[in-house]
């Protein structure tokens, strides 16, 4: 049928088939506007417009299609608009006169009202339209296949599948102003061969249980994404990001079980983060970093995604693991990683964030920056939760020689690190750990190493396992408020290194509300300078090198939601002087196995004429197998306890320097 420019309606109570046997070239319907109404059913024995084997071949620019019960089969040939078509006709008579004109009724959309394919392939653009009050595409019950194999694809109105599989594919970009739906768990995959993939901010993809893979060469910017199935996002060469661009919005961008992300360049943006709800993530992003608002808490992992994909003959094969641009061979993604510089910045506003090693088994659950270039900051923040973390956060390469970003983990309710390694940066960065309103607790043996200084704040206990600074100048501050420091190697009289500072001027500033160390476990520590004070409990230390008891401030600088360090982030432990005992009996305990304790009454201007202080009955012990001098008005007191100075070297106390 060719009607060059002008318009075609075909209505049949069956079928409207292709008369070629098999699909070709040619054109079996020519128009400017073609009206298609087949009102065939099951019973009926037909087989829709076109068929599995043989698609009805079009060149139309506008088409509108009623398939009816049994599927849709159309080629085509150029680009096609799917919208609201009227066929005017005008009878001939006997007479070779034309008679009025004969108007078909108004018609729009594709679809199809049973469990019959709806298949739609152009070698043009494909451009979904009608009417805002209707789907532009549904099917009752069957899969769905929209693809432009030459061009772009524009839903202006929604695609609907009520169960079926749906693949919506494009040779270039695809613009969703409107959404695609389908329930129940049928997958659905949306792919942009070689462009963008655009969500409008009033745009939305769903599926029931089903998954969801989302596929573009450019850019993949998502508004509303939802399945209880897992959420697969992968911007081959550019950045998946937020569709909603107002200042702090908070409208939850993608939710799903497992939530894949990967993208050449950034997941969500320093002033624009993806908001998402998710079961168990994994993300990857080449430059800027990863940036993403969790609603309701998540674990850190590895995430598989398999959809099913929608053929040119509607059906669709088993399952396809998806692949991507970092998946493993088995299709799945494992950890949050980025590229060099690149930062990491997850939050949640409710429940826990749990960091897991993924399938791949590095021991990895968050890696910031190349392995061996340079490193990104990394923020864990759960605002009204505990963080728990399993593997290592990682802003160094393997070898830890390079810069190293920043890392800052805030747990509101607790933060606790259970693995071989909690935190690693490179030769510069620094590490800070809160937990506003519960406790700090490494298990025994797990490692905090920083380039930078360490600065841990616990309202309740800080239970340390190993921190170390590799820098000559690093530092250590832990702040325990209201409870204790303690060894979380609770075995009486083992001698296992707890805190590292910097060999050549690191300090080591201790404060808690109850004790620090424990008369049967001593907190074991290398450091050259040091200060403690313990509230309301005995303070038990056993120093390696020697040490100097002065006054001792560490600041480190947090790092923002923005992934970067801002000077109004520094956060700065105020200089403290001496060995204190502050509350109740406390005893003070303090060995050196090597090299001289020096006492001294701290830095000018925070002078006391004290250098160690037991309050009440507290006892004081000051042994050393080397020497042990006591500067000008360092003065080694106890209210009313005993008080023992032993030193295997010399033992000197100049002048002022009274111990009673």
Same mark, same amino acid.
């Given at each position: 049928?060719?009607?060059?420019?002008?318009?075609?309606?075909?209505?049949?109570?069956?079928?409207?088939?292709?008369?070629?046997?098999?699909?070709?070239?040619?054109?079996?319907?020519?128009?400017?506007?073609?009206?298609?109404?087949?009102?065939?059913?099951?019973?009926?024995?037909?087989?829709?417009?076109?068929?599995?084997?043989?698609?009805?071949?079009?060149?139309?620019?506008?088409?509108?299609?009623?398939?009816?019960?049994?599927?849709?089969?159309?080629?085509?040939?150029?680009?096609?608009?799917?919208?609201?078509?009227?066929?005017?006709?005008?009878?001939?008579?006997?007479?070779?006169?034309?008679?009025?004109?004969?108007?078909?009724?108004?018609?729009?959309?594709?679809?199809?009202?049973?469990?019959?394919?709806?298949?739609?392939?152009?070698?043009?653009?494909?451009?979904?339209?009608?009417?805002?009050?209707?789907?532009?595409?549904?099917?009752?019950?069957?899969?769905?296949?929209?693809?432009?194999?030459?061009?772009?694809?524009?839903?202006?109105?929604?695609?609907?599948?009520?169960?079926?599989?749906?693949?919506?594919?494009?040779?270039?970009?695809?613009?969703?102003?409107?959404?695609?739906?389908?329930?129940?768990?049928?997958?659905?995959?949306?792919?942009?061969?070689?462009?963008?993939?655009?969500?409008?901010?009033?745009?939305?993809?769903?599926?029931?249980?089903?998954?969801?893979?989302?596929?573009?060469?450019?850019?993949?910017?998502?508004?509303?994404?939802?399945?209880?199935?897992?959420?697969?996002?992968?911007?081959?060469?550019?950045?998946?990001?937020?569709?909603?661009?107002?200042?702090?919005?908070?409208?939850?961008?993608?939710?799903?079980?497992?939530?894949?992300?990967?993208?050449?360049?950034?997941?969500?943006?320093?002033?624009?983060?993806?908001?998402?709800?998710?079961?168990?993530?994994?993300?990857?992003?080449?430059?800027?970093?990863?940036?993403?608002l969790e609603s309701n808490g998540l674990t850190v992992g590895t995430v598989a995604n398999a959809i099913r994909q929608v053929g040119a003959d509607g059906s669709v094969g088993a399952a396809l693991a998806t692949g991507g641009s970092r998946v493993d061979v088995a299709g799945n993604l494992s950890d949050i990683v980025t590229g060099a510089s690149a930062h990491v910045v997850l939050q949640s506003t409710t429940g826990d964030l749990v960091l897991n090693d993924g399938?791949?088994?590095?021991?990895?659950?968050?890696?910031?920056?190349?392995?061996?270039?340079?490193?990104?900051?990394?923020?864990?923040?759960?605002?009204?939760?505990?963080?728990?973390?399993?593997?290592?956060?990682?802003?160094?390469?393997?070898?830890?020689?390079?810069?190293?970003?920043?890392?800052?983990?805030?747990?509101?309710?607790?933060?606790?690190?259970?693995?071989?390694?909690?935190?690693?940066?490179?030769?510069?960065?620094?590490?800070?750990?809160?937990?506003?309103?519960?406790?700090?607790?490494?298990?025994?043996?797990?490692?905090?190493?920083?380039?930078?200084?360490?600065?841990?704040?616990?309202?309740?206990?800080?239970?340390?396992?190993?921190?170390?600074?590799?820098?000559?100048?690093?530092?250590?501050?832990?702040?325990?408020?209201?409870?204790?420091?303690?060894?979380?190697?609770?075995?009486?009289?083992?001698?296992?290194?707890?805190?590292?500072?910097?060999?050549?001027?690191?300090?080591?500033?201790?404060?808690?509300?109850?004790?620090?160390?424990?008369?049967?476990?001593?907190?074991?520590?290398?450091?050259?300078?040091?200060?403690?004070?313990?509230?309301?409990?005995?303070?038990?230390?056993?120093?390696?090198?020697?040490?100097?008891?002065?006054?001792?401030?560490?600041?480190?600088?947090?790092?923002?939601?923005?992934?970067?360090?801002?000077?109004?982030?520094?956060?700065?432990?105020?200089?403290?002087?001496?060995?204190?005992?502050?509350?109740?009996?406390?005893?003070?305990?303090?060995?050196?196995?090597?090299?001289?304790?020096?006492?001294?009454?701290?830095?000018?201007?925070?002078?006391?004429?004290?250098?160690?202080?037991?309050? +009440?009955? !507290? @006892?004081?012990?000051?042994?050393?197998? =080397? #020497?042990?001098? /006591? &500067?000008?008005? $360092? *003065? %080694?007191?106890? +209210?009313? !306890? @005993?008080?023992?100075?032993?030193?295997? =070297? #010399?033992?000197? /106390? &100049?002048?002022? $320097? *009274? %111990?009673?």
């Amino acid at each position: 049928v060719d009607a060059a420019s002008g318009d075609v309606a075909v209505t049949a109570g069956i079928d409207i088939v292709d008369g070629d046997l098999t699909e070709d070239a040619n054109a079996d319907i020519t128009a400017n506007r073609l009206r298609l109404t087949a009102a065939q059913s099951d019973a009926a024995g037909g087989i829709g417009f076109g068929s599995v084997l043989n698609a009805l071949e079009t060149q139309v620019a506008t088409l509108t299609a009623s398939a009816g019960t049994r599927g849709l089969f159309l080629a085509e040939r150029d680009a096609v608009a799917i919208d609201s078509v009227t066929v005017n006709v005008r009878l001939v008579l006997a007479d070779g006169t034309a008679a009025g004109s004969t108007t078909s009724t108004a018609q729009e959309d594709l679809t199809a009202t049973g469990s019959g394919a709806l298949v739609l392939r152009a070698g043009g653009d494909i451009t979904v339209g009608g009417t805002a009050a209707t789907n532009g595409v549904t099917s009752a019950g069957g899969n769905v296949l929209l693809e432009s194999t030459g061009g772009a694809l524009v839903l202006n109105t929604a695609v609907s599948a009520a169960g079926g599989h749906v693949s919506v594919r494009a040779a270039t970009r695809i613009d969703a102003v409107a959404g695609i739906a389908t329930s129940g768990s049928g997958t659905l995959e949306v792919v942009a061969a070689n462009g963008a993939l655009t969500q409008s901010a009033t745009s939305a993809f769903t599926s029931g249980s089903g998954d969801i893979r989302l596929q573009a060469t450019g850019n993949v910017t998502l508004a509303r994404v939802s399945t209880t199935g897992n959420l697969s996002v992968d911007a081959n060469a550019g950045s998946i990001l937020d569709a909603d661009t107002a200042a702090n919005e908070r409208v939850l961008n993608l939710s799903a079980n497992g939530l894949r992300l990967m993208a050449a360049g950034s997941v969500g943006t320093a002033a624009n983060a993806l908001e998402i709800d998710a079961t168990t993530l994994a993300a990857y992003a080449g430059t800027t970093g990863v940036f993403l608002l969790e609603s309701n808490g998540l674990t850190v992992g590895t995430v598989a995604n398999a959809i099913r994909q929608v053929g040119a003959d509607g059906s669709v094969g088993a399952a396809l693991a998806t692949g991507g641009s970092r998946v493993d061979v088995a299709g799945n993604l494992s950890d949050i990683v980025t590229g060099a510089s690149a930062h990491v910045v997850l939050q949640s506003t409710t429940g826990d964030l749990v960091l897991n090693d993924g399938g791949n088994a590095d021991g990895v659950a968050i890696r910031a920056g190349n392995v061996d270039g340079t490193s990104g900051n990394v923020l864990v923040e759960a605002l009204a939760g505990a963080v728990t973390g399993n593997a290592d956060i990682r802003s160094a390469g393997t070898s830890g020689a390079n810069d190293g970003g920043w890392v800052t983990v805030k747990g509101s309710t607790g933060v606790r690190f259970t693995g071989a390694a909690g935190i690693t940066t490179g030769i510069l960065g620094a590490v800070n750990v809160e937990s506003a309103a519960g406790s700090i607790v490494q298990a025994s043996g797990n490692a905090i190493t920083a380039g930078g200084s360490v600065r841990l704040v616990a309202a309740q206990d800080v239970s340390v396992g190993v921190i170390t600074v590799t820098s000559s100048g690093g530092s250590v501050s832990i702040t325990a408020s209201a409870g204790s420091i303690l060894d979380a190697d609770g075995t009486a009289g083992e001698s296992a290194l707890n805190i590292t500072t910097g060999t050549a001027s690191g300090s080591l500033r201790l404060k808690a509300g109850a004790a620090i160390g424990a008369a049967g476990n001593l907190l074991e520590t290398r450091t050259v300078n040091l200060s403690a004070l313990a509230g309301n409990g005995g303070l038990f230390l056993a120093e390696r090198d020697g040490v100097n008891v002065t006054t001792v401030s560490v600041a480190v600088q947090a790092v923002t939601a923005t992934g970067a360090l801002a000077a109004a982030s520094l956060s700065t432990d105020a200089g403290q002087s001496d060995l204190r005992t502050a509350g109740g009996d406390g005893s003070i305990v303090l060995t050196n196995a090597a090299g001289t304790l020096t006492l001294t009454d701290g830095a000018s201007g925070a002078t006391d004429g004290v250098a160690v202080s037991a309050n +009440g009955r !507290g @006892n004081v012990l000051l042994q050393s197998a =080397g #020497a042990i001098a /006591l &500067a000008d008005n $360092a *003065d %080694v007191l106890s +209210g009313s !306890g @005993n008080i023992s100075i032993l030193a295997t =070297g #010399a033992l000197s /106390l &100049a002048a002022g $320097a *009274d %111990v009673r």
